[in-house]
């Protein structure tokens, strides 16, 4: 088997190669990614990118048919990763996530890929905390971010057929420790401030919901996307993946933390607006079609698992939010200097090509 994974130089995509190489020992794996976070390391030995075969260093609106030849299954996690960037960045947002993505479906499919797993988002259904919501949900994307994953999905509907299955793995928020960890994300934030600070400051009124994975489950049902039987789930799937239990209120996250790290002082903006992302989210059918996939990792140990790697880090930023460890930041960063042009591509690279390692 011979498996391409966009945005593998991203926080998910370390512990996703990882999984490919332990289920697949003799799979060949390539990554292709622009590195837009190459650099924002954190820790300083192995660069997780040597555990692939191939590494292209190239933009996903730009894939060469010869980078596709051969390849039987493409995990698409290449993208714009958050609201914040979506916002920003919104036509680049669409332009990536939505419009290269199906170009790299249709051209996968033409060059005879079987399967293809896009890494979607339970964001799509917008506010939606009165009650669990199922694939059958009303989709209410509230940014451009997440409506990005509506349009995706959408049209990679009618591409699907018996010889192109596609997955739409529909993920809950991540968290867990990475090569390239991202402290965006709420229980990331959360553990980051209660070690540089012993301070967890909560943006919302805490009463969110908001279901989570641990990025090692997220690649579990990856690897359960890419060899999945069409009988169950059919040619093209949406699922949600997640798991009913963790569907957790925001301010019982920092109450975890806060249990597991002592002495942390946890505070609540009480004058926050109603915060648009709260969701709850039933994972039934997840559990009903993948039973030996599902996600292992808990709270407390994901909790004990970032607590241990931001230690080993040495990691005390109480500036975190402003760090490059923020997927906005350095965006903007790369924007401001000038290193990347206002369609998000390389400024050297528009002269210089792609390099291929
Ligand atoms: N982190 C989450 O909570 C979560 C939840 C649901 C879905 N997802 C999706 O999973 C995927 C990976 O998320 P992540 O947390 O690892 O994000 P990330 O920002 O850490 O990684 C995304 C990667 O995509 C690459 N990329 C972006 N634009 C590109 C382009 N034009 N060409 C080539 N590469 C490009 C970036 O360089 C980066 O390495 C994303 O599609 C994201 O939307 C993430």
Redesign the pocket.
């Known amino acids: 088997m011979r498996i391409l994974v966009?945005?593998?130089?991203?926080?998910?995509?370390p512990s996703v190669i990882r999984q490919l190489r332990s289920s697949y020992p003799e799979a060949g794996i390539a990554g292709?990614?622009?590195?837009?976070?190459?650099h924002c390391l954190s820790v300083d030995d192995m660069l997780p990118e040597c555990r692939v075969d191939v590494q292209y260093f190239?933009?996903?609106?730009a894939v060469e048919k010869e980078m596709l030849r051969g390849i039987d299954a493409i995990i698409?996690?290449?993208?714009?990763?958050?609201d914040p960037?979506g916002n920003k960045f919104e036509e680049?947002t669409l332009d990536?996530?939505h419009r290269?993505s199906i170009t790299l479906a249709k051209n996968g499919k033409t060059a005879g890929v079987k399967a293809f797993v896009f890494?979607?988002?339970?964001?799509i259904y917008g506010s939606a905390d009165d009650h669990a919501r199922t694939e059958k949900a009303p989709l209410n994307p509230p940014t451009a971010?997440a409506r990005s994953?509506v349009f995706t999905e959408r049209d990679l509907k009618p591409l699907a057929d018996r010889d192109f299955k596609v997955t739409c793995?529909?993920?809950?928020?991540?968290?867990g420790m990475?090569e390239?960890l991202?402290l965006d994300?709420v229980l990331n934030d959360f553990v980051a401030g209660a070690i540089a600070s012993k301070r967890i400051t909560i943006l919302s009124d805490g009463t969110p919901w908001r279901p989570l994975?641990n990025?090692k489950d997220?690649a579990r049902a990856m690897d359960w996307a890419i060899t999945r039987d069409i009988s169950q789930g059919g040619e093209f799937l949406p699922v949600n993946v997640g798991s009913d239990e963790w569907n957790y209120q925001v301010k019982d996250l920092a109450e975890a933390v806060a249990e597991v790290i002592p002495g942390v002082d946890v505070s609540v903006n009480k004058d926050a607006q109603p915060d648009k992302r709260s969701y709850r989210v039933s994972f039934d059918l997840f559990r009903k079609l993948a039973p030996h996939h599902q996600p292992k990792v808990d709270l407390v140990t994901t909790i004990k698992e970032l607590e241990h790697g931001l230690e080993v880090m040495g990691f005390n930023d109480e500036d975190f939010r402003n760090s490059k460890f923020i997927?906005l930041k350095v965006l903007t960063q790369l924007r401001n200097r000038g290193l990347l042009t206002e369609k998000?591509?390389w400024a050297d690279h528009q002269k210089q090509g792609r390099v291929v390692v």
């Open positions: 966009t945005g593998n130089m991203g926080y998910i995509g292709l990614d622009a590195g837009y976070f190459a190239n933009d996903v609106r698409h996690l290449a993208g714009i990763s958050n960037m680049m990536i996530n290269a890494a979607s988002s339970c964001s971010y994953k793995l529909r993920f809950s928020t991540a968290c990475s390239r991202r994300l994975i990025i997220m997927r998000l591509v």
